[in-house]
């Protein structure tokens, strides 16, 4: 049992930055792959970036490419989500989630945070 909570939400203006955090109890957080995923209000679920256990993968939504840089302390348990040159577009809820693999696709993760609320003012 994984359990995960965003922070560092917030608002911000075109072209600011934020990062996020996503905190998980219990031991085995190291086992994990990680992801953050985005829904914006009246959208689907849609996924931001992943990471394996072991940080040598890491893949990207091609929307946030170049932008965004996912993170991870297997000491602290926690994954991040640094957020540079942010767009309106990028106003959602942000949540983190964990997978025995690594995966682009929500049904690949078994355990899920609350969110965290992103807004992007133009």
């Known amino acids: 049992q994984v359990q995960l909570v965003e922070s560092g939400g917030g608002l911000v203006q075109a072209g600011g930055s934020l990062r996020l955090s996503c905190a998980a109890s219990g031991r085995t957080f190291g086992s994990y792959a990680m992801g953050w995923f985005r829904q914006a209000p009246g959208k689907e679920r849609e996924f931001v970036a992943a990471i394996s256990w072991n940080t040598a993968i890491t893949v990207y939504a091609d929307s946030v490419k170049g932008r965004f840089t996912i993170s991870r302390d297997n000491a602290k348990n926690t994954v991040y989500l640094q957020m540079n040159s942010l767009k309106p577009e990028d106003t959602a809820v942000y949540y983190c989630?964990?997978?025995?693999?690594?995966?682009?696709?929500?049904?690949?993760?078994?355990?899920w945070g609350q969110g965290t609320q992103v807004t992007v003012s133009s």
């Open positions: 989630a964990a997978s025995q693999s690594i995966a682009t696709i929500a049904p690949g993760y078994d355990y």
